[in-house]
């Protein structure tokens, strides 16, 4: 059975760091596109940061810069470091997967994209 599951949120002032891991199993890893998603109370859920099986990646102009994604495939975990965060950044956060799903540069997948969903994990950010 596919899943996928998150781990790292928390609750940080502004300022700070967290890094959200995102394991997968059931899957041929090497064979996902990943995403990490996130929605505020009473807002959409939106893109933060996408990367498929080439590596070719692609952020949400938002946290350009403050977040880093990165992969262990030896662990099946995608890795989403996130730097500098501010308020507006509190949300939960979802990890998406679906196989064989390539990335266009300088086009972020739709929610609709992505069959297969983690559980979230809240973040939180005071200032």
């Known amino acids: 059975e596919e899943q996928l599951e998150e781990s790292g949120g928390g609750s940080v002032q502004a300022g700070g760091s967290l890094r959200l891991s995102c394991t997968a199993s059931g899957f041929t890893y090497s064979r996902l596109c990943v995403a990490w998603f996130r929605q505020a109370p009473g807002k959409d859920r939106e893109g933060v940061v996408a990367?498929?099986?080439?590596?070719?990646?692609t952020y949400a102009e938002s946290v350009k810069g403050r977040f880093t994604i990165s992969n262990d495939n030896a662990k099946n975990t995608l890795y989403l470091q996130m730097d500098n965060l501010k308020p507006e950044d509190t949300a939960m956060y979802y990890c998406?997967?679906?196989?064989?799903?390539?990335?266009?540069?300088?086009?972020?997948?739709?929610?609709?994209?992505?069959?297969?969903w983690g559980q979230g994990t809240q973040v939180t950010v005071s200032s």
């Open positions: 990367i498929d099986s080439d590596n070719t990646t």
């Open positions: 998406a997967a679906e196989v064989d799903l390539r990335l266009w540069i300088g086009y972020f997948p739709r929610k609709q994209d992505f069959p297969y």
